[in-house]
């Protein structure tokens, strides 16, 4: 809050500038800072009443926003295309036009440093599932930050968090599943799988068990091996491989379905692992790995026929299954875990991003018993690890996740009346002359673009009409993302109905003027 920041006129910037920054003790000169709050105040006059309360009006009517620095906006934006690579971006278009500072964010709204205030359609990157206000989340990683700001867990180590948050996360995990592997991400934690995997057959004598089947379209991350694992052509184009993981194609009806129905698209679909477990040969097949609803790649939600026909697979051969709750985890499609939604028997789990709400880096393995109890019973170092696997803070974050999850009826509330009002408010657009196909479980969904919904002919090439369509969108207040032809969704629980409707209503603006603009009505 503006009463409680320390407002700090910055080395380099003249005293006639605005100075922008909420800043923090530490950047104080250590005279300053062993002075007592009252004299402080004195010693910076640029911070009189008049200037906070004329501040606090600008904040209140024009919707201008501090940022978390000492620079303003103008300043920040070029010092971030000077010298910030961001995640996958074009490094040469960014350095030319640069981007949006995002300064803060409160209960389903980001504010930028210009001052536009945006109603998040993707719960940050599908992670803040239960937005941005969840003070306990905020007060227990600062706590913890105070009591034991970091530990290791080698060396027969641990700390309280970690051991709580493994403990809480079994309990909520499907019946089976009792211990955990924490890493600092979803990519991490799929390195973490590979590894498990390899070793559980080595110990059980199986060394020749190496070969991992994924799908193409798939999204696992983005280290080397969780790269491999995915199976984003793009990303295979820029990294060598590994090449010991296999891609058979994902049930994408709407893309690969050709004249079948979707009930016969999913056997078909599910047949390919089948195919390719008898082509690699089952003796050196160690594991499938998927999501139970592509989240990356489009938001791909498998005809109903595909998953019983992937575990009767699975169930019949030797070849363990991770299923990659990374954004299908903790609430997202209605259960706990997606592999729950579809009834899938997974061996592991991978998560990741809403353990925390996204407010701390923290993912893992949760281990099924069926590996767990080889792995522990075989002996014999786990080769693996990572400086911050099981991190204080990260890990009370996550515990304070849970604790809501577990002492309030937001699943509940999510699964029985967010959701289907989402759905139900969304297959309306089908109706719209631009909309392909509406797909959506939960809270995920995608609506797909397309110039002719018989032929299901895209709008435009290369994806410019669902980018069109996500720029009107972001330009109206509503974040949104493209993937492909898709306009893809997956909003904060804590959304209000009357908000999903405004969601709804923006994204059929945007859809409107999309079609207006690429001459379709
Ligand atoms: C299904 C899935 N797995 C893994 C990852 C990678 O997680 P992270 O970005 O935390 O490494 C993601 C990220 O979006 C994901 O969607």
Redesign the pocket.
């Known amino acids: 809050m503006w009463g409680g920041s320390y407002f700090v006129k910055q080395p380099g910037v003249s005293s006639h500038e605005k100075p922008t920054q909420k800043g923090v003790m530490p950047q104080l000169p250590a005279y300053v800072r062993m002075l007592p709050l009252a004299k402080r105040q004195k010693r910076r006059p640029w911070r009189s009443r008049r200037e906070a309360a004329w501040r606090n009006l600008k904040r209140l009517f024009w919707g201008e926003t501090h940022v978390t620095s000492r620079l303003d906006t103008t300043a920040l934006k070029n010092l971030d295309r000077a010298h910030h690579l961001h995640p996958f971006t074009d490094f040469q278009d960014y350095a030319h036009q640069g981007g949006r500072i995002i300064s803060r964010a409160e209960h389903v709204y980001i504010y930028d440093s210009d001052g536009n205030k945006i109603q998040d359609g993707m719960s940050g990157?599908?992670?803040c599932n239960l937005g941005y206000s969840q003070n306990s989340i905020k007060e227990a990683v600062a706590a913890q930050l105070n009591e034991l700001p970091f530990y290791n867990n080698f060396f027969k180590c641990s700390n309280q968090p970690a051991v709580e948050l493994a403990s809480a996360l079994c309990k909520v995990s499907p019946a089976g599943f009792n211990h955990v592997f924490f890493t600092?991400?979803?990519?991490?934690?799929?390195d973490t799988q590979i590894k498990l995997v390899h070793r559980y057959f080595d110990l059980l004598g199986k060394p020749n068990k190496k070969l991992i089947i994924s799908r193409k379209n798939?999204?696992?991350?983005?280290?080397i091996a969780?790269g491999s694992l995915?199976g984003m052509s793009a990303m295979h184009e820029q990294t060598m491989g590994l090449n010991y993981i296999h891609h058979i194609n994902q049930p994408h009806w709407f893309e690969l379905g050709g004249d079948l129905d979707e009930h016969a698209f999913g056997i078909k679909a599910a047949q390919e692992l089948a195919d390719k477990i008898d082509e690699l040969g089952e003796d050196k097949v160690a594991a499938f790995i998927a999501?139970p609803i592509?989240?990356?790649g489009g938001v791909i939600v498998p005809p109903e026929s595909y998953w019983p026909e992937v575990k009767r697979i699975l169930e019949e051969r030797d070849i363990l299954f991770i299923s990659?709750?990374?954004?299908?985890g903790f609430g997202r499609t209605g259960e706990w875990f997606g592999c729950e939604t579809y009834g899938t028997t997974p061996d592991l789990i991978?998560f990741?991003?809403a353990v925390t709400n996204g407010y701390m880096?923290l993912?893992g393995s949760l281990v099924g018993d069926k590996v767990a109890d080889v792995l522990l019973s075989g002996g014999g170092e786990f080769a693996h690890g990572l400086t911050y696997s099981g991190h204080p803070a990260s890990c009370a974050a996550g515990l304070a996740t849970l604790a809501i999850y577990e002492h309030t009826d937001i699943l509940t509330v999510t699964r029985e009346q967010l959701a289907p009002h989402f759905q139900a408010s969304l297959e309306q657009l089908i109706d719209h002359p631009v909309v392909g196909q509406v797909r959506c479980k939960g809270l995920v969904a995608a609506v797909e673009l397309v110039k002719d919904k018989a032929s299901r002919e895209r709008l435009a090439p290369q994806s410019a009409g669902a980018v069109y369509c996500r720029d009107q969108a972001i330009g109206d207040g509503l974040m949104v993302r493209q993937t492909g032809d898709a306009m893809i969704m997956a909003p904060p629980f804590v959304t209000e109905l009357d908000e999903i409707d405004t969601l709804v209503a923006k994204l059929t603006v945007a859809l409107d003027k999309t079609g207006a603009h690429f001459g379709v009505s």
């Open positions: 990157l599908w992670c600092n991400s979803g990519s991490e934690a799929n798939a999204y696992h991350g983005s280290t969780a995915g999501e592509q989240g990356a990659d709750e990374v954004i299908c991978t990741a991003k880096p993912g």
